[in-house]
């Protein structure tokens, strides 16, 4: 029941920022933001419907009443971004959603966005996952072009179109405080693989739109506002953004030319898999990661599964040919 608000795991940050678990497939995997700024607040992304009343239970603890948000700025309609929007939004009489215009059509009508997601989950995990996706009312729908700010209490927040996980995907830039929300644009990283070296981090190459030109530009175009925190979904604040963006970005590279490989091979989702999984091992050994093989497997399973998924999506969009490098 979404008006029933459960104790949620809350991270805070600097700035006015908290981070929620969504609590989606496992504590840890998936962090809906919060921005709190004089009285008014907005959300970064929300999970997915079992998501909202923890949501609605971190709007209890930090004393922020359900009127005061103003927005569910929501980076993409990924459904464990923004599968909950619409029963979030039922519970918060003063929201609007802000979405691109290219996502905003799947709030207001999520059927494509259902048949789309039962294509990569299937129907029985879809609903396990997911529920019942509730439509968001038109009116209470804001479509952002690129560039646009919106006024948040006292503080600007400037939408930038980051295209290359998903077309219609937005980053939030809070320029006065150095930070960016990234939804997926600046990829994964799971606390689990911190070192003492820092974070570690891996591009989300998930169907059916990655496209690896254009996801290296909105990395190089987030860089330009000099951020100094990155506030991921998965999984919330990292800091030492330019190494992790150098690592990102080599990734994509490498991981677009692993698909172009095994492009023409009978077994070649397998054979992706198996090489990004060799991939992602010898950077995290690089990176000091004192996890066994398996447990960095584990750690990283669904990614492997979905970024295949993503990667093979790509090839066929793309008419990509097998190459021998
Ligand atoms: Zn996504």
Known sequence: MADVPLRPTLYRHPHGITAVDAEYLYPGHAAAHIIHDAGRAAFVDVGANSSVPYLLGALAELGIAREAVDYLLLTHVHLDHAGGAGALMRELPNARAVLHPRGAPHMIDPAKLIAGSQAVYGEVRFRRLYGELLPIAAERVQVVGD???????????????????????????????????????????????????????????????????????????????????????????????????????????????????????????????????????????????????????????????????????????????????
Request: charged share 20%; hydrophobic share 40%.
């Open 147 to 325: 560039g646009e700010r919106v006024r948040l209490g006292g503080r600007t927040l400037e939408l930038i179109h980051t295209p290359g996980h998903a077309q219609h995907h937005y980053a939030v830039v809070d320029e006065a405080h150095a930070s960016i929300f990234t939804g997926d644009t600046f990829g994964i990283s799971y606390r689990a693989l911190d070192t003492e070296q820092g974070a570690f981090i891996t591009p989300s190459t998930v169907p059916t739109q990655f496209d690896p030109e254009q996801h290296i530009a909105s990395i190089d175009r987030m860089l330009q506002f000099r951020p100094e925190s990155m506030y991921l979904m998965h999984f919330s604040r990292v800091t030492d953004v330019p190494r992790l963006a150098g690592m990102l970005k080599e990734q994509i590279t490498e991981l677009a030319r692993i698909a172009r490989v095994a492009a023409g091979a009978p077994d070649r989702a397998t054979r992706i898999r198996a090489d990004m999984l060799a991939l992602w091992l010898a950077l995290a050994r690089r990176h000091g990661c004192r996890l066994s093989d398996a447990e960095i497997e584990r750690a990283l399973a669904g990614d492997l599964t979905l970024n295949t998924q993503g990667l093979i999506a790509w090839l066929g969009r793309t008419g990509q040919k097998a190459v021998n490098s």
